[in-house]
């Protein structure tokens, strides 16, 4: 098992940056990826970005140049650095981690709010 704690969110006005953090814990040496995915309501959950443990990293079109993943292995902690934050990226962001398995888990959700 594998627990996901989701820390950062909160209310930003547009253009600005917000980081958020997620630390795994648990059996977290069993994680082959971790991601960001963020959803509003009424609709489905997207992905944001992913990154495995060798690195390799992937963005939804709508975050690139704007968003970064990165992750610190011995601390099982994955970061998003958020800049130049735009209203329609209001929603609940949640932290998964995929393991070798197959098996997903996901954490609680953090908010982040953009607006004037």
């Known amino acids: 098992q594998v627990q996901l704690v989701e820390s950062g969110g909160g209310s930003v006005q547009p253009g600005g940056s917000l980081r958020l953090s997620c630390a795994a814990s648990g059996s977290s040496f069993s994680i082959a990826a971790m991601g960001w995915y963020r959803q509003t309501p009424g609709k489905e959950r997207e992905l944001v970005a992913t990154i495995t443990t060798r690195g390799d990293i992937n963005y939804a079109d709508s975050v690139k140049g704007r968003f970064t993943i990165s992750r610190d292995n011995p601390k099982n902690t994955m970061y998003l650095q958020m800049n130049s934050l735009k209203p329609e990226d209001t929603a609940v962001y949640y932290c998964?981690?995929?393991?070798?398995?197959?098996?997903?888990?996901w954490g609680q959700g953090t908010q982040v709010t953009v607006s004037s």
């Open positions: 998964n981690a995929k393991a070798y398995s197959g098996s997903g888990y």
